[in-house]
């Protein structure tokens, strides 16, 4: 896929590895549509950085949980850019639930945002893509479902589903569109772990370090313009926690 002009909505765009996910786009000529939940401050900055690349960017908030917050993100690109040809599954919710504190909301609302919000995207971007012939899909999993953490039940439940998701929809929606999966290790920790535990995870790494949004970003764009002939694939990108 030519990236130039493209239209490319990212979920959870506005900060973090999502934001670094959008601005590679956009210095490969993307227009994008920055979708925010609640960082509506962030999603206007990163609108404005990468206006300043030359392309065209839209922050649009929506809650990817709800087929209407996803119809607003479709709708959104159609009416900017004519339509979508790239969608990243980025956002996610990262609660720490221990056994003894869970309820049954935690279960609903990882799934709904992990699992339902990506299953939604693949579905509606995924049926307007194959009605125009083409497009791409991208979901973020975690290299970590294979070897869960403790104290993330419900995320780690929501999350495994993402590699079905991705075969599932890579089959209904061939041969136009392809639907990959990007397995991220350690890349940036939560805001509440201590140094401590940060070091911790690095030395638990083969690669001995943390990974950077640019190894998420750059395998993003190995998927969207590197390669027309991968698709239900799910690439961990973990320094090598998969095989540690
Ligand atoms: N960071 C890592 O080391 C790591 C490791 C493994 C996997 N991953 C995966 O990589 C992706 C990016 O990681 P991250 O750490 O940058 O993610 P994050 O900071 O936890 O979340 C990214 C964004 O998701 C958005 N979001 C949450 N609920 C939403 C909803 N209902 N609707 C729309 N947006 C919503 C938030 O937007 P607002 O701020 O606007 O509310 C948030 O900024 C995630 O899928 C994550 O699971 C990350």
């Not at 419900?154 to 397995?183: C, D």
């Not at 805001?191 to 970003?217: C, K, N, W």
């Not at 799910?234 to 998969?242: A, C, S, Y």
Request: net charge neutral.
């Amino acid at each position: 896929m030519d990236l130039q002009g493209a239209a490319v909505v990212v979920t959870g765009g506005a900060r973090r590895v999502g934001r670094r996910v959008a601005r590679r786009l956009a210095e490969r000529g993307a227009n994008l549509v920055v979708n925010y939940r609640t960082s509506a401050a962030d999603a206007r900055a990163a609108v404005d950085e990468f206006s300043a690349l030359g392309v065209q960017a839209l922050a649009v908030q929506a809650d990817v949980s709800t087929k209407a917050g996803v119809e607003t993100l479709r709708d959104a690109a159609l009416d900017a850019f004519g339509g979508v040809d790239a969608l990243v599954n980025n956002a996610s919710i990262y609660p720490r639930t221990p056994l003894d504190e869970l309820t049954e909301a935690d279960f609903d609302r990882n799934v709904a945002v992990n699992l339902k919000g990506p299953y939604l995207g693949c579905w509606l971007l995924g049926m307007h893509m194959r009605g125009r012939g083409r497009g791409k899909i991208v979901n973020i999993a975690d290299w970590a479902v294979n070897r869960p953490y403790v104290d993330y039940a419900p995320y780690f439940v929501a999350k495994g589903g993402i590699v079905a998701l991705t075969r599932v929809f890579a089959k209904e929606l061939a041969p136009n569109v392809t639907v990959n999966a990007i397995a991220p290790g350690p890349i940036l920790m939560p805001d509440d772990f201590s140094e401590a535990t940060v070091q911790a995870v690095a030395r638990a790494t083969p690669l001995q370090r943390i990974g950077d949004p640019d190894d998420i970003a750059n395998t993003v764009l190995y998927l969207l313009e590197g390669t027309d002939f991968v698709t239900g694939a799910v690439i961990p990108v973990d320094g090598g926690r998969t095989v540690s």
